[in-house]
């Protein structure tokens, strides 16, 4: 049977194992959750495993053309593109939801209240924004040049700075409050300790997302709104996160 190695079905057989294999790794890892909170590195994570599943895959699929009769091999190619066509199928629905979830967070995000009584205004506590995500935000904001998010996975503490002074460095600054986060027992991050006036633009940490709306950007300092509801603003370390203007975050 060695010789079906080389003949044009066996090699259609090679071909769709590669890439049923592929987006059999692909999916596995996404079921395990792979590469859940490893950030850039988590789509490396899920596509080594893609690669892993397409050697195994080419693996079989060589044993198989050497073992097996043709009528079998007929039989796996048809097999192979059904897995191939449902992969294709299981990632346009995580697609559509992916898509329908962002929808929602952004549809969340410009949410304002139709009436608001001044008085409610004075007497809302910001941290309650921690138990309650429907807490009402005013009227009007800043657009704002994008949104800076920071990286607690390299860095636990986020620093607030007040006024700065030109020429000086970061580290030549005093840091006025800050934010600190603590990991969870089975991954992902919460926040420890925050300011009582801290009311980001956008919290939602069991997705490790945490939002504020950039003001204005310099050499090292990023200054964010920290409180929506008075448009209290803060300076932060511009490397001490990432910052997507507005293009990148609405198409990210």
Known sequence: ????????????MYFLAIIAFFFLGIVYASIIEAGKGQMLAGGAIVFGYGVIGAFIGLCLSIFTAIKAKRHSIIKINGLLTLIIVASFAYFYVNYQKRQREKLENEQQKIERPKTQETTNKAQTK????????E???????????GMFTPNFYENKVLYFYGNLTHGKSVQEHMPTDS????????????IATAPPWLVPEHLKLDYDL??????SISH???????????????????YSGKLHYWPEFLLG
Do not use: C, W
């Open 126 to 133: 910001p941290m309650a924004m921690f138990l309650n995500p």
């Open 1 to 12: 049977m060695a010789h079906q190695a080389v003949k044009p079905y066996s090699f259609l």
């Open 179 to 190: 934010i600190t986060f603590k990991q969870r027992e089975y991954g992902g991050f919460d």
């Open 220 to 238: 090292d300092f990023i200054e964010v709104i920290v409180n929506t509801t008075n448009n209290r603003t803060a300076f932060v370390n511009r």
């Open 210 to 215: 945490l939002y504020f709306k950039v003001k």
């Open 135 to 145: 807490i009402r935000r005013q009227t009007t904001s800043e657009m704002g040049l």
